[in-house]
């Protein structure tokens, strides 16, 4: 059966901290990794990983893939109280744009 | 803001009613995916529209069921309604490509009791 798990499940950190989150995945056909962060609703795209050991940046988060391991880590810096959300993985497989969600991980950022 | 646009936001319906729920996708996207996410759970995939034809289905029985017009815009409609349908509802927009990212809209939040 395929699975995406994200650890921790929540966290909480005070500002200034730098935070890893992990995902790990067992998914038939991969096709990409990505992140995303969930305020209130809307997920927001972060990044998208396809090729191993190759690190995005994006300001003070970045994010690796390993397929070899089959996760990936995303990493957040210097952290703000704005970065509070629930970090979502998703894999795609098989057909575009399909994605399979782990359960994220509760950031909590305290001033 | 995604272009992603959903309504309505919010919607309490009783146990074994019918509900749609809409989307509209942002402009020059050909496929909708429609996600369920209960509380404190990740999105789960209910299917895909490509070019107004189903493209893909996760494990929902088929009171789930959908829609694509020909201006790429979706319906979600769900029969028969059971309290664990109540969730945040989200569909994605994207070109259906491999690899390329998908926008979500602000989800519709369902409550059926």
């Known amino acids: 059966e395929d699975k995406v798990v994200q650890s921790p499940l929540s966290l909480v950190v005070h500002e200034g901290d730098t935070v890893t989150l992990n995902c790990s995945y067992e998914v038939t056909n991969f096709r990409s990794l990505l992140w995303y962060k969930q305020e209130k609703k809307a997920p927001t795209f972060l990044f998208m990983l396809?090729?191993?050991?190759i690190e995005k940046k994006s300001g003070r988060l970045s994010s690796i893939l390993d397929k070899k391991e089959l996760s990936s880590i995303l990493n957040i810096t210097a952290t703000q109280t704005g970065d509070s959300a629930i970090y979502l993985c998703?894999?795609?497989?098989?057909?575009?744009?399909?994605?399979?969600f782990g359960t994220g991980t509760s950031l909590t950022v305290i001033p | 803001e995604t272009g992603v646009t959903q309504s309505p936001t919010h919607l309490i319906k009783t146990r074994g009613q019918q509900v749609t729920l809409r989307c509209s996708s942002q402009s020059g996207h050909n496929t909708v995916s429609w996600y369920q996410q209960a509380l404190g759970q990740g999105p789960q995939f209910i299917f895909q529209?490509?070019?107004?034809?189903?493209?893909g289905r996760g494990n929902f029985p088929p009171r789930f069921s959908g829609l694509q017009f020909p201006n790429y815009s979706s319906e979600l409609n769900v029969n028969a309604l059971e309290l664990d349908d109540s969730a945040l509802y989200l569909c994605?927009?994207?070109?259906?490509?491999?690899?390329?990212?998908?926008?979500f809209g602000q989800g519709t939040r369902l409550t059926v009791v």
């Open positions: 998703a894999v795609e497989r098989g057909t575009g744009n399909q994605f399979y």
């Open positions: 396809t090729s191993s050991g």
């Open positions: 994605a927009s994207s070109l259906g490509l491999p690899n390329t990212e998908a926008f």
């Open positions: 529209y490509y070019r107004e034809e189903e493209n």
